[in-house]
């Protein structure tokens, strides 16, 4: 359990964010480092955003690393673990945010296409998630988060890799769940619309006006949920949470 009597929840926890250097991953690593985690982030290409997340980190008191890693291969998650470990001291909170998204026709979808959606959405996590399951353990358990999309329940006719490979991952979450238990808590945060410049394109416009709460949630809301799991009653596994403004009602 959390010490909630403390005014840093995560105090002495460590964190692992995979595609933390920017958007949602950024937000999140951020949230767990204002609850007091130490944060250690994965990157691919982004150096220039990792350089100023780590910055952004450092500013308000962090221990932070940024790794830059290749999802794809499990022998580069190993050592990026390892590394995280090593630096941190230990690692309590995994959370497999770096992810694919794209719009394509379904007949357009290519097996190239189709592939990389799978491996970036659903073969990553379950990597990260073995290789992590040993270091959690060693703490004496650790929570696992997922980050899933409203995708995975609605069938958006353009996306059908991208909703099948988070169908996907929100199963393996309920999986996991049951498989890790009882040191290792797994549980997913499911996005809606979620904006990220002021000025909406033509797609976010109708999106929002489809949401009943009218508008595209902030990459800091779905932080917010994040840090929910991190921090809720040890009781809680296996459980999908929605943050859409009520998309997935429509």
């Given at each position: 359990?959390?010490?909630?009597?403390?005014?840093?929840?995560?105090?002495?926890?460590?964190?692992?964010?995979?595609?933390?250097?920017?958007?949602?991953?950024?937000?999140?690593?951020?949230?767990?480092?204002?609850?007091?985690?130490?944060?250690?982030?994965?990157?691919?290409?982004?150096?220039?955003?990792?350089?100023?997340?780590?910055?952004?980190?450092?500013?308000?008191?962090?221990?932070?690393?940024?790794?830059?890693?290749?999802?794809?291969?499990?022998?580069?998650?190993?050592d990026a673990l390892a590394t995280a470990h090593a630096a941190l001291g230990r690692l309590d909170i995994i959370v497999n945010n770096a992810g694919r998204y794209e719009d394509v026709p379904f007949e357009a979808i290519s097996d190239a296409q189709w592939d990389a959606m799978m491996e970036a959405n659903l073969r990553a996590p379950f990597l990260v998630s073995r290789e992590a399951a040993p270091m959690l353990r060693a703490n004496g358990g650790g929570r696992i988060i997922n980050l899933g999309s409203v995708g995975a329940s609605r069938a958006f006719p353009t996306h059908a890799h991208y909703c099948a490979s988070k169908a996907g991952l929100e199963h393996l979450t309920r999986v996991m769940a049951r498989a890790l238990a009882p040191e290792i808590q797994v549980n997913a945060v499911s996005p809606g619309l979620i904006t990220f410049e002021p000025e909406l394109t033509a797609w976010e416009r109708k999106m929002a006006a489809r949401t009943p709460m009218r508008r595209g949630g902030k990459p800091e809301e779905v932080a917010e949920a994040v840090r929910w799991f991190a921090t809720c009653s040890r009781f809680v596994t296996g459980q999908v949470l929605l943050v859409d403004g009520g998309l997935s009602l429509v």
């Open positions: 359990m959390p010490d909630f009597s403390s005014p840093l929840p995560l105090a002495g926890k460590a964190a692992l964010i995979t595609g933390g250097a920017r958007r949602i991953g950024r937000a999140i690593a951020l949230d767990l480092a204002r609850a007091g985690a130490a944060v250690a982030f994965t990157y691919r290409k982004s150096a220039a955003d990792a350089f100023e997340t780590e910055r952004q980190l450092r500013g308000i008191g962090a221990s932070s690393l940024g790794i830059q890693l290749d999802l794809r291969h499990s022998h580069a998650i190993h």
